[in-house]
Each structure stands twice: as C-alpha cells, then as structure tokens.
Nanobody
C-alpha cells in the first residue's frame, strides 16, 4: 500500500523558513523520482520541486534561490527546505511521485506565511 506522510508545515512570518519532510512507503523509492507539490485555496495543484532518482534536483522558477529539495534513499524520505518565504507560498504541500500515474495523495502539510 502506497503512503506518503508529509510533515513540517506551520505558521511562519514572511522571510522565515520551514523544512518539510515526506516519508514514503509502498514504492521502490530508490528508483522513483519524487516531487513536492502545493495547492493554494481556489487554485490548482502545482509542482514546486522535483528530485530525480539520480538525485538531480529541479526547482520551479518561482522557488529558485529560495527552496531546495533533497532525498534520503536510506530513509525513504524527501525534504523541502523553504527559505525567504512569502505570503504567496501559503498552501497545502504534498509529495508524490513524478512519473504518471500519481499515487494516492497524502493529507499534506499546511504552510501559512503571514505576519
């Protein structure tokens, strides 16, 4: 059974930092490219960053220079370090595979950036 458990979200002031973590189970993690996604209220889910099974990262333009993605194949985890957070980063953040089809989505972790 595939499961993703996201954690690390919270309320942070603009300019602050958070580190999100995703624990994956039920997949061959070492051979799977993983991604972080987010969905803001009233908006479609979008890709934030992906990390290929090779370990090569790719961060979307809106997050470049602020966010970084990493993975630990020994722990089956993928992390998202978010710095210099902005109010527009407020969303529920999820992890999932990169290559279709997506696996069942976890509950996500809420990130709220507000003063």
């Amino acid at each position: 059974q595939v499961q993703f458990v996201e954690s690390g979200g919270g309320l942070v002031q603009p300019g602050g930092s958070l580190r999100l973590s995703c624990a994956a189970s039920g997949i061959d993690f070492n051979t799977t490219s993983m991604g972080w996604y987010r969905q803001a209220p009233g908006k479609q889910r979008e890709v934030v960053a992906i990390i290929f099974k090779s370990g090569k990262p790719h961060v979307k333009d809106f997050a470049k220079g602020r966010f970084s993605i990493s993975r630990d194949n020994a722990k089956n985890t993928v992390d998202l370090q978010m710095n210099t957070l902005k109010p527009e980063d407020t969303a529920v953040y999820y992890c999932n595979v990169v290559d279709a089809p997506y696996r069942p989505w976890g509950q996500g972790t809420q990130v709220t950036v507000s003063s």
